[in-house]
């Protein structure tokens, strides 16, 4: 399980990153597109890290709303 923050673009798609993984972003027209798609950047991402030996680092974020 990851946490995943999705937001809508300057461009108007909508971004989806995974922070436990930086570098780990992708984009959709669509929150469900976007949604799907980072699934599959997480799982190359971390498929990436194994096949170089390399270690997959723990979920560690917490999220929080503030209201402001």
Do not use: H
Request: hydrophobic share 40%; with cysteine.
């Amino acid at each position: 399980m990851r946490q995943v923050v999705i937001y809508r673009g300057e461009d108007g798609y909508w971004v989806a990153e995974c922070p436990s993984l930086p570098g780990c972003v992708s984009q959709g027209k669509t929150k469900e597109k976007a949604v799907a798609n980072v699934k599959e950047a997480i799982e190359g991402y971390i498929e990436a890290l194994k096949e170089d030996g390399l270690p997959v680092p723990e979920e560690r974020f917490e999220t929080i709303v503030v209201a402001v």
